[in-house]
């Protein structure tokens, strides 16, 4: 069955970057887009960007643009959503998500890992 | 951006009715519209995609209709297990946008 397990909560600083893994199992990796969705705690879900693991080409929602790079290694079935200049704001659990289909359905989530950025 | 709006944030119903929840896109996403069920703590479950195509696994009690710019969740008899938030999703353009969220409470 299609998997997607996420690493661990991390706790960073404000300031810091993140590095969130996804490994992919169950499915051919390089067959299907991954997006990034994120929540921020007791709000709504908030997408990020998508990637096609394949290619490796990306797109970011304009409010990530220039902070967040969506990266895999395909000889891993991993994908990899890194979070730079954080601050309080970027407190959530982020979600890695497989796209389904041609017109991509958000099929498969992650667990989520928790990010918390406290001084 | 596509805006995404549900209706009401806030249900409350009980065991065995039939609930309804709204969604309306800001402009049409023809029939690109996903639901999903999120429960404490857990990653959000895809219900019904394409509008009113039903993921593998889901009971019928579960439907979707709508297309264009307003679009609706059914349960037709509401169970126990299906006490949850719901959104609705558009996935006809970037960025992806969600709802708000609709808490479906016990009453």
């Known amino acids: 069955q299609v998997q997607l397990v996420q690493s661990g909560a991390e706790v960073k600083k404000p300031g810091a970057s993140v590095k969130v893994s996804c490994k992919a199992s169950g499915y051919t990796f390089t067959t299907l887009d991954l997006h990034w969705v994120r929540q921020a705690p007791g709000q709504g879900l908030e997408w990020m960007g998508w990637m096609n693991p394949n290619s490796g080409n990306t797109g970011y929602a304009q409010k990530f643009q220039g902070r967040v790079i969506l990266t895999r290694d395909t000889s891993i079935s991993t994908a990899y959503m890194e979070l730079s200049s954080l601050t309080s704001a970027d407190t959530a659990v982020y979600y890695c998500?497989?796209?389904?289909?041609?017109?991509?359905?958000?099929?498969?989530w992650g667990q989520g890992t928790l990010l918390t950025v406290s001084s | 951006d596509i805006q995404m709006t549900q209706s009401p944030s806030t249900l409350s119903a009980s065991v065995g009715d039939r609930v309804t929840i709204t969604c309306r896109a800001s402009q049409s996403v023809s029939r690109w519209l996903a639901w999903f069920q999120q429960k404490p703590g857990k990653a959000p479950k895809l219900l019904i995609y394409q509008a009113s195509s039903l993921e593998i696994g889901v009971p019928s009690r579960f439907s979707g209709s709508g297309s264009g710019t307003e679009f609706t969740l059914t349960i037709s008899s509401l169970q126990p297990d299906d006490f949850a938030v719901y959104y609705c999703?558009?996935?006809?353009?970037?960025?992806?946008?969600f709802g708000q969220g609709t808490k479906l409470e016990i009453k």
């Open positions: 998500v497989r796209g389904r289909g041609a017109v991509a359905c958000l099929d498969s």
């Open positions: 999703q558009q996935y006809y353009g970037f960025p992806y946008t």
